[in-house]
């Protein structure tokens, strides 16, 4: 509180300083960043506000007046499963991927190479969604059939692994790749600004107590960047969770819960539900989408706010 | 302090969303306003010109779309100054959007139908007209398959529906072995392929069935796919690109989209049936209508597709899908230009077109001229 009080004290100082008025150029950067917040907020409660009101229908609708006849718990219940598991599935094999893609730029690779990789990483996150979907479909997914057939066999004791495996490789676990090499570009950038930031006197003053280049990075770089890396996953699991196009493209969407990564029936996600189903729907089915739509957003909400806990933990420190 | 001024600068975002509210709220009731006033002064009953001009705008089935392509691009060449559109958002978004008076016409791979309370809104839509509902794309549904080496599969509707149900499992069960002599079935698991949207051939297909095989098929007839744990696939591509992957698998698509894919023989009375556009257009000579869907209105053409038929030579697994307009509109001039497109679409030139530009079966004659008394209405 106090310090609050002495930046205000400041600016009234400064502002008598010149003239008893704040100048016209602060007055304009203070206002337009104002608009610029309040806009922001405008359009996250003015979308909250519409899925509301259009889902609303929905949510206090019977079962039996719903379109599938059940009650919407029991129908958003598997498609937020879907959506979890995507993403969570996304994030086991993108994160630790993208710290090391990092890690790599920043310290072991030669500027040149570094400077390259870098740029190629980066363009994984201009190409469209879509496009990311027919490789899945055309490329990755026929070429996962033979590893998914060994996976059955040899590790099929893991409920994961059970099978039987798909035979045209359109399953969760081909999602969770395609997401992971959508997400990663986002997360190893954040990563990589601020592995590069790591103060160079901790770094050099590991090394002079004889550490060697990987002590230097767990005991410098990567608490340094902790809380950094944890915001950009979060980032990265936002658009996984919310991916639409790649999903509905690849995903054979058939089941409800199962955590059976290789099988035919997959539970579907929630956003390549509403894709897939939007343009044949009508009346109360459209409500019931968009009340899908609103547990969405409620789920990356929670999952922004969780990472925001996280860090503010890791930082009180 | 500094919590106050957010919680400013939150009441003020709120205030932004309420007004943007208000001006959508106001916006949707003028907009109604006019079209409720124009829609009295509407007159009809102005003679035809031979060429008509103007511009309309459909939406609706997916499946219509490659033959509404074709139609208009013929029909803008003949009538240089008349404009159509036609947006493939799926039946049941045309429908909706009809409904509302956002299109002038609507294509629908299901007729309108009292049980979701689409059929009165549509006739009220229409008023003081009436609702026009007339077939123009009538299409087999194939049941493609992936057997490497099979060249002929035949199959009997309560085979098919058990393989559909996920009760035969393997190629080489004896059901099927029985129907195929002579054929050597391996013995790979069978994979049925679905559509994972919901799509109006699922519809159909699943219309067969449990008209077909009540005993095995118990499910509803729906848009979506009912049985859960098969492979599922978006779009009717997805599905024969999921079909033409994985050896094994089995799966139901527009014939036209069939391709390499071999497709199954599907017994008919004592016959067994390919899916060809002639045996599919068959099926509704043997149909009747259906008065529910029509409710007495007189220039609906709805049916009640005779899918357990045993005639020869017919294919009961097909697609109908419906133009969807009314007899009056806003001005003589849309009412012309949408007249002159329907009997254009149903007439045998259009019909011809379509077959060829996406594999649909040409109206039969006999239906031609129900269509042509109820398009005729039109004002």
Known sequence: MSSVDTTTNAGQLLATASGGRRRRGDRIFSNTAVIAAVTILALLVGVAVFLVTEGYPALTASSAELPKGESFLSYVAPLAFGTCLAGVLAMIIAVPLAVAVALFITHIAPARIALTLGFFVDLLAAIPSIIYGL?????????????????????????????????????????????????LPIVSAVAREVFSQTPRKLQEGAQALGATRWEMIRTTVLPFGKSSVISGAMLGLGRALGETMAVAIILSVSGGVTFNLIGQANPSTIAANIALNFPESSGLAINLLIATGLVLFVITLATNFLARMIIARSNAQ | MSSSRWLAVFAAACVLVLGLAACGGSDSSSSSNTE?????NGSGGEALSAEVSGEIAGAGSTAQEAAQKAWIAEFENA???????????GSGGGREKFIAGAVAF????????????????????????????????????AIVYNLPGVEELKLEPETLAKIFNQEIENWNDPEIEKENPGVELPETRIVP?????????????????SQIAPSVWTHEVSGEWPVKGGEAASGTSGVIEAVAAGEGAIGYADA????????????????????????????????????ELEQGQKNVIAFEIDRKTEASGVYPIILVSSLIGCT????????????????????PEGQELSAEASGAAPLSSALTEKVEA?????E
Do not use: H
Not at chain 2, 197 to 205: A, I, L, P, R, V
Not at chain 2, 262 to 270: P, Q, T
């Open chain 1, 135 to 183: 490789w899945g479909i055309f490329v990755l997914g026929p070429a996962a059939v033979p590893a998914m057939k060994w996976l059955e066999e040899k590790l099929g004791w893991i409920p994961i692994f059970e099978g039987p495996a798909s035979i045209t490789g359109r399953t969760m676990l081909v999602v969770g790749l395609v997401l992971a090499v959508m997400i």
């Open chain 2, 36 to 40: 409720t006033g124009s829609s009295e």
């Open chain 2, 79 to 89: 009538n240089g100054s008349a404009t159509i559109s036609y947006d493939g958002v």
């Open chain 2, 106 to 141: 609507a294509g629908s791979d299901t007729p309108l139908s009292e049980e979701e309370g689409e059929l009165g809104k549509a006739i009220k839509r229409c008023g003081p007209g009436e609702l026009v509902e007339v077939p123009d794309y009538i299409s087999p549904i």
């Open chain 2, 193 to 209: 392929v679905n559509r994972s949207d919901e799509s109006g051939t699922t519809e159909n297909f699943t219309d067969y069935l």
């Open chain 2, 256 to 291: 036209s989209q069939a391709g390499e894919l071999g497709k199954a023989l599907i017994k008919v009375g004592n016959t067994w049936a390919e899916p060809s556009p002639e045996a599919a257009a068959k099926v509704l000579d043997l149909s009747k209508e259906d008065p």
């Open chain 2, 328 to 347: 009056k509109y806003k001005s003589a001039d849309e009412a012309a230009l949408v007249k002159a497109y329907f009997e254009y679409a149903t007439s």
């Open chain 2, 374 to 378: 109820a398009v005729g209405a039109i």
